[in-house]
């Protein structure tokens, strides 16, 4: 079953078009059990447990972390999407992201795509699981966060920084070249590896805990790729 969620995830495949001879099973199994271990929590500790066996490879740089978010079309409609202000007013979704230094997702949220990315800044930043994979304490806080201007609000940063976090936001009206962009790039780079899986390119699904499952299982994906590129070295 697995393996023909993972098939919808790669192709964007609609679920009762999953080829049988391929021995998926049917596609009303596969979306049964993407529900029920979604409810199990199955995707979230997948993610978690890869980012652990991560830390315990000397692979996660909690020096700093990165945010930003990106606009989908919702074809369907259903919870956590609006109206999206560019993609002239259509229903949208918007993925939020964090990653660590290095772009390794550590946290997803997906809302409507008219909600405004300040916003999910704290939820992000509450939402990174506790990592383990090593004697002592677990890893949760990065020590620093980049953000572009869409998180420029100073009631914000005072927020980050109570999490002993020290923020790094570019401010609206000035220009560029601070060099902040050198740090925050590798989130649009995980970005465009989520949604490089084409079930996550547009959102089908019309519950919004199910194409968030996707996005968990896109994110635990890539946490399993860069873990088998580094073992695969050695």
């Known amino acids: 079953m697995l393996c023909g969620i993972l098939f ?3 192709t964007g495949i609609r679920w009762e078009y999953l080829p049988q001879e391929l021995g998926f099973g049917s596609g009303m199994t596969c979306w049964r059990r993407l529900r029920d271990w979604n409810e199990a929590g199955v995707w979230q500790h997948l993610h978690e447990l890869l980012l652990s066996e991560l830390r315990a490879a000397d692979l996660l740089d909690f020096s700093r972390a990165a945010v930003d978010s990106s606009h ?5 409609g259903g919870p956590a ?3 999206s202000p560019v993609d002239r007013g259509k229903a949208g979704s918007k993925h939020h992201l964090i990653v660590e230094a290095h772009g390794i997702p550590l946290a997803a949220i997906t809302t409507g795509g008219n909600r405004n990315d300040v ?4 939820p992000l930043i509450q939402a990174v699981p506790p990592i383990r994979g090593k004697r002592g304490q677990p890893l949760r806080r990065p020590k620093h966060l980049y953000a572009d201007r ?3 609000h100073e009631v914000y940063r005072d927020k980050v920084r109570r999490f002993q976090i020290t923020p790094h936001i570019a401010r609206r009206g000035t220009g560029h070249g601070s060099g902040l962009g050198m740090y925050r790039w590798v989130v ?3 970005i465009a590896l989520l949604h490089w899986f084409r079930r996550l390119r547009t959102r089908w699904e019309i519950r919004d805990d199910l194409h968030h499952a996707f996005v968990t299982l896109g994110c ?3 946490c399993w790729r ?7 070295r050695e």
């Open 119 to 122: 916003t999910q800044l704290i």
């Open 72 to 76: 989908i079309r919702a074809m369907k």
């Open 81 to 83: 999407n609006g109206p």
């Open 188 to 190: 649009e780079g995980t």
């Open 8 to 10: 919808v995830l790669y």
């Open 226 to 232: 860069r873990l088998r590129t580094a073992l695969c």
């Open 220 to 222: 635990a994906v890539i």
């Open 150 to 152: 869409g998180y420029d």
